[in-house]
């Protein structure tokens, strides 16, 4: 082929893609304009020097032809989605002929720069390594070399600005949502909590360091939420960020802060199953307020002889399994409506007492205790250690899988430094006395004027107390999200 011809081609590609920072570089150089040192052929580069674009690379990455080509049907829609303009403007109805080409070029190359993003996901490696094994990508793109790590990276960024992240997030509910309905019977939900480490030159961990005093949380904490049909393999739901050592229900919480997840879980899920730090009183009342048919099992355990009650059922091992109601959590819920979002009326939450090793048989003494949302069915019940368990292969080996390609390693060059849990805490206490503050004002009746004058002046002194506290908590250093040294005692004396 000749030189010349192809050096044109290649950069009028690059000059059609306004995303690529090569772009602006000018055209490429003829041959014969080339210098000495070009003049010599392949073997004459030094060993570290970067291979031509012409050079052949034998060595290709599957999964860059590979998930470009499941994912076309998906990826064309989300660019569809991105492309198509949010408000008819008066300049863009009088040039209405041509709007429609220039979203359709749009499109196309929002297909093409997240088909290439996919296709980097399986590398474990950060951007410049899923660029080094991206070698088959131009058969993907056309283009005649694969696109620079910075292009990609920042054109996802600013799709996420354009609401590229919740068009994804779309897409992949509405094909959990097919999968689901294909299988015609209800399917399980379970959610966790997972900590993104931010990769630094020196290792920068999610825990105390020495004598920091848990200041130093540099990570990024998932919700993620996976969900296995009836017979099916299991599915990634939903995800969402949190700032360092959020607990469970900040997780649960965002995934029902939408109603169209809560409309389709309330109907489609049979149970919804979390680990043991999602137990506690608070989380509980708040997933039994909204008829959430949770499974979890509370800390520590239990002995079967301390229960002294007729068992519900018995396992495969005729050992009892005790249930009796979970008055904790029956008391402290909201009272709901009899028809709230189509809830069943017995959504009762229950205690069930269930050996910890059923396979031992008459000599397990030792029990868990599992808390559940709904009563559950004998059959479920006789099973309820497996039920549980199927979080291993549901949930857990599917965190695995996504560290194994990367997911374990924040490799974005971003931080952004955010307020402390306890800051959260502060500023929630602040908000209930506030509100019981102004519900005693209101339940204020005085028969007499000192009684009155008194009651105001208590009044404003717990107002002003309030408004102290907000403006001490409001000064607080914004440093959660990256490592600060403390001052030692020492120096401070000095």
């Given amino acids: 082929m000749d030189q010349t011809a192809r050096a044109r081609r290649v950069d009028a590609q690059r000059r059609t893609d306004p995303v690529d920072p090569d772009a602006s570089q000018g055209?490429?150089?003829?041959?014969?304009?080339?210098?000495?040192?070009q003049r010599r052929g392949t073997a004459g580069f030094p060993l570290v020097a970067p291979a031509p674009v012409t050079t052949a690379r034998p060595a290709t990455a599957v999964g860059t032809l590979l998930w470009p080509a499941l994912l076309a049907e998906p990826l064309a829609q989300i660019a569809t989605q991105l492309a198509a303009p949010s408000e008819p403007s008066s300049e863009a109805t009088s040039s209405q002929p041509s709007a429609p080409?220039?979203?359709?070029?749009?499109?196309?190359?929002?297909?093409?720069?997240l088909g290439s993003l996919v296709g980097r996901l399986m590398s474990p490696g950060g951007w410049i390594a899923g660029e080094r094994h991206a070698g088959a990508?131009?058969?993907?793109?056309?283009?005649?070399?694969?696109?620079?790590?910075?292009?990609?990276?920042?054109?996802?960024?600013?799709?996420?600005?354009?609401?590229?992240?919740?068009?994804?997030a779309r897409t992949v509910e509405a094909q959990v949502h097919e999968a689901v309905a294909a299988c015609g019977t209800k399917a399980i939900a379970y959610t966790d909590m997972f900590d993104q480490v931010y990769w630094t030159k020196k290792p920068a961990y999610a825990a105390a360091i020495g004598n920091l005093g848990n200041r130093l949380l540099a990570a990024t904490y998932f919700g993620l939420t996976f969900v296995r049909p009836d017979g099916g393999p299991?599915?990634?739901?939903?995800?969402?960020w949190h700032k360092p050592a959020s607990p469970l229900q900040d997780a649960l919480e965002a995934l029902h802060g939408e109603t169209r997840r809560v409309t389709w879980m309330d109907a489609n899920l049979r149970y919804h199953i979390w680990d043991r730090g999602g137990s506690g009183t608070a989380t509980l009342c708040w997933a039994a307020a909204r008829g959430i048919p949770y499974v979890t099992v509370s800390r520590g355990s239990?002995?079967?002889?301390?229960?002294?009650?007729?068992?519900r059922v018995r396992t495969r091992s005729n050992l009892p399994v005790f249930v009796r109601r979970d008055r904790k959590i029956a008391r402290g819920k909201a009272t709901r409506s009899t028809g709230s979002r189509g809830r069943p009326k017995d959504?009762?939450?229950?205690?069930?007492?269930?050996?910890?090793?059923?396979?031992?048989?008459?000599?397990?003494?030792?029990?868990?205790?599992?808390?559940?949302?709904?009563?559950?069915?004998?059959?479920?019940?006789?099973?309820?250690?497996?039920?549980?368990?199927?979080?291993?292969?549901?949930?857990?080996?599917?965190?695995?899988?996504?560290?194994?390609?990367?997911?374990?390693?924040?490799?974005?060059?971003?931080?952004?430094?955010?307020?402390?849990?306890?800051?959260?805490?502060?500023?929630?206490?602040?908000?209930?006395?506030?509100?019981?503050?102004l519900e005693e004002v209101g339940s204020l009746t005085p028969t007499t004027l000192p009684q009155a004058m008194q009651g105001i002046r208590r009044f404003y002194r717990k107002k002003q107390s309030n408004e102290q506290e907000r403006t001490r908590i409001a000064h607080s250093p914004q440093t959660r999200g990256c490592g600060y040294p403390r001052v030692p005692k020492r120096s401070a004396r000095t």
Avoid: C, M
């Fill in 27 to 37: 055209a490429a150089s003829a041959p014969g304009a080339s210098s000495k040192r």
């Fill in 101 to 113: 080409p220039a979203a359709a070029a749009k499109a196309e190359l929002i297909q093409t720069h």
């Fill in 137 to 168: 990508e131009p058969i993907w793109t056309g283009r005649a070399r694969p696109y620079d790590e910075s292009t990609l990276r920042n054109h996802a960024r600013q799709l996420a600005r354009d609401g590229g992240t919740d068009s994804v």
């Fill in 234 to 240: 299991t599915l990634a739901y939903h995800v969402s």
């Fill in 302 to 311: 239990t002995r079967l002889t301390r229960n002294r009650r007729v068992p």
């Fill in 347 to 437: 959504a009762t939450p229950e205690e069930v007492i269930f050996p910890a090793h059923p396979s031992k048989g008459r000599t397990s003494t030792k029990a868990l205790r599992y808390r559940t949302g709904r009563p559950l069915t004998k059959a479920a019940l006789r099973n309820l250690d497996r039920l549980y368990k199927t979080r291993w292969p549901s949930n857990e080996n599917a965190i695995k899988a996504l560290v194994a390609v990367g997911f374990d390693k924040n490799l974005d060059r971003g931080l952004t430094k955010t307020a402390s849990r306890g800051v959260d805490g502060e500023l929630a206490r602040l908000a209930a006395r506030e509100q019981s503050l």
